[in-house]
């Protein structure tokens, strides 16, 4: 921790935080609405429309981030069932 109390990430990446309920016709603004879009035909960037209707409406991109997140949660079971033993100190 530094001193203004924040936790360094040596990740290399920047943490941006934004208002997402921000909405203006700048370019800021229509990302932030597309993020919230729940209709590609409704999204402002076709970069991202194309995205999330591969994703989350055709049957390949669905399968494929079903997958995904099956993965995730069999990892997760799989730690939460073998949790890392610690070894035990001696009496």
């Not at 990446?13 to 370019?27: F, H, K, L, Q, T």
């Not at 409406?57 to 990892?75: H, L, N, T």
Request: with cysteine; net charge negative; charged share 30%.
């Amino acid at each position: 921790m530094d001193e203004n109390g924040d936790l360094p990430f040596d990740d290399g990446y920047s943490i941006i935080y934004v208002n997402g309920s921000y909405r203006d016709e700048d370019a800021i603004g229509r990302l932030l609405y597309d993020f919230n879009c729940r209709n590609a035909d409704n999204m402002y960037y076709s970069e991202l429309a194309n995205s999330f209707r591969f994703h989350k409406q055709q049957d390949k991109g669905v399968k494929m981030v079903s997958r995904i997140v099956e993965g995730y949660g069999d990892e997760r079971a799989k730690e939460a069932r073998y949790p890392a033993m610690k070894p035990m100190s001696p009496s």
